[in-house]
């Protein structure tokens, strides 16, 4: 068939075409300069009712929920207005988080575990959201939440057994460090594989629907996660069914060593993920645990009322490595962390309650020494079990225990073959 076009190649005044690559605004050595980064003062976002219709405020989606301003004091609608207890447990769980993050960052460094992940900078993500949901919510977190366990009162020790893979790990050593799974805190197996707790919270929070329960889910990941599939295959399940849970999207401006620019940061928010599958979209100060609170219970009222589904962005900074595998020295400038224009969540929460009478230096001075020890106690308690440097510390033919209700024939075979030749090393393998 005679067609007219001409051929693109034949066209010489035509530009090539370009590939774009993100780049980071900072690398190793460059000064830093925030200031294009758009912060709009506390108080300004307006409050819409929870159970107003998701495109009637596409607008938050791209904003900044603030409620702390610069003076440490709350302002503007989603002020949520906290008794003065209440403010300093949750300062206090956070300050417990970063307690524990620094002794079992050096436990890794004096080879008592394999690997780590500290949370600093965004401890507000998620003991703020702790306080505001019910205990019997279900939290399907990524590996950066484990204030949602510290702010729930669950024990250090238990958790530093999982850390350590001893005999009290109650996993078996059978997950990464830091990969909890506590059922009686509602908090769901913490996976590696990016974002797979996206859909799983999404078929709970329907079975919850379906059941005619009153709880509701909560999920987290990180700004790279929004890359993966399994976000999107949630969010349509999410939006189509309703589904009462809330998901968070913590962008904290860095993967292992690669920045936010790769999961599309540069092009629009993540919030605005929300505004193509028609539900509730939330930016919000990461750094501000008022902010956090109110934005989480605003979507909790919206999830437990049929309203569906929030996708809430946490506006936060990942002020240390990503893990203990990470040096952030490598790909970005040792500037960042202390030059974020959000601050620190610990401090601004610290400085609010200055700010209304009802704390001091000194006061936050012996906290942090008592967390401490409080810390280091459980850590003692927790080494009695073991630690990982020191070997193996659970039966080897433990190995093929969980994974099957009835273990199938190959496994049967596997785990004989193998029993046969520790047997015939001579090393001990039997159950204790």
Same mark, same amino acid.
């Given at each position: 068939?005679?067609?007219d ?7 010489p ?7 774009y ?9 460059d ?5 294009q ?8 976002a307006?409050?819409p !009712? ?6 009637s405020?596409?607008d ?10 610069d003076e440490?004091?709350?302002?503007g609608?989603w ?16 300050a417990?988080?970063? /307690?524990?993050?620094?002794r ?7 080879g ?5 992940m500290?949370c ?8 703020a959201?702790?306080?505001a ?26 958790m ?11 996993l ?30 999404v ?5 919850s629907?379906a059941?005619g ?5 909560a ?5 790279g996660s ?8 949630a ?5 189509v ?11 904290n401006?860095?993967?292992?060593s690669?920045?936010?620019?790769? /999961? ?11 505004v ?5 979209g ?5 750094n501000?645990?008022? /902010? ?12 437990r009322?049929?309203?569906g ?6 506006f ?10 990470? !040096?952030p ?13 959000l ?12 700010a209304?009478?009802?704390?001091d ?26 630690v990982?440097g020191?070997?193996l510390?659970?039966?080897?033919d433990?190995l093929?225990d969980?994974?099957f ?5 190959h496994?049967r ?13 001579g ?6």
């Amino acid at each position: 068939m005679a067609t007219d076009r001409v051929p693109d190649h034949l066209k010489p005044n035509l530009a090539p075409l370009s590939l774009y690559v993100p780049e980071p605004k900072f690398r190793p050595g460059d000064a830093v300069d925030f200031t294009q980064v758009p912060i709009p003062p506390a108080g300004q976002a307006r409050r819409p !009712d929870p159970a107003d219709a998701a495109d009637s405020f596409i607008d938050l989606a791209f904003d900044l929920v603030r409620v702390l301003d610069d003076e440490g004091q709350a302002v503007g609608p989603w002020n949520p207005r906290l008794s003065p207890d209440t403010l300093r447990a949750m300062l206090r769980s956070m300050a417990l988080v970063r /307690a524990f993050d620094e002794r079992m960052f050096r436990a890794q460094r004096q080879g008592k575990t394999s690997f780590y992940m500290k949370c600093t900078g965004e401890e507000a993500v998620s003991v703020a959201a702790a306080h505001a949901l019910d205990y019997e919510d279900m939290c399907f977190p990524s590996y950066r939440q484990q204030g949602l366990l510290i702010a729930r009162g669950w024990s250090m020790v238990d958790m530093m057994n999982q850390i350590y893979s001893n005999t009290a790990d109650r996993l078996q050593g059978k997950q990464l460090p830091i990969m909890y799974s506590v059922k009686e805190a509602g908090f769901f197996s913490i996976s590696g594989n990016l974002t797979t707790q996206y859909p799983q919270a999404v078929g709970w929070a329907m079975a919850s629907a379906a059941k005619g329960d009153t709880r509701i889910a909560a999920t987290w990941c990180g700004d790279g996660s929004t890359a993966e599939g399994d976000f999107h295959s949630a969010c349509t399940f999410a939006s189509v069914y309703r589904a009462p849970v809330i998901f968070n999207v913590v962008n904290n401006q860095w993967a292992i060593s690669s920045f936010s620019g790769f /999961a599309g940061a540069e092009s629009t928010t993540f919030a605005a993920r929300a505004v193509g599958y028609g539900i509730a979209g939330l930016r919000v100060d990461g750094n501000d645990a008022l /902010a956090v609170y109110a934005a989480t219970l605003w979507a909790a009222e919206r999830a437990r009322t049929n309203q569906g589904p929030t996708l809430i962005e946490h506006f936060t900074y990942r002020a240390e490595g990503h893990s203990t595998s990470d !040096d952030p020295g490598q790909y970005r400038s040792a500037g960042e962390p202390t030059a974020w224009p959000l601050g620190d969540p610990i401090k601004r929460l610290k400085d609010h309650l200055v700010a209304l009478g009802e704390w001091d230096d000194e006061r936050h001075a012996a906290q942090d020494k008592e967390l401490a020890e409080q810390v280091k106690a459980a850590q003692k308690q927790a080494e009695t079990n073991g630690v990982l440097g020191h070997g193996l510390h659970q039966p080897l033919d433990t190995l093929f225990d969980g994974v099957f209700e009835e273990m199938p024939w190959h496994l049967r075979e596997q785990q004989a073959q193998m029993i046969a030749e520790e047997t015939a090393s001579g090393r001990p393998w039997a159950r204790k």
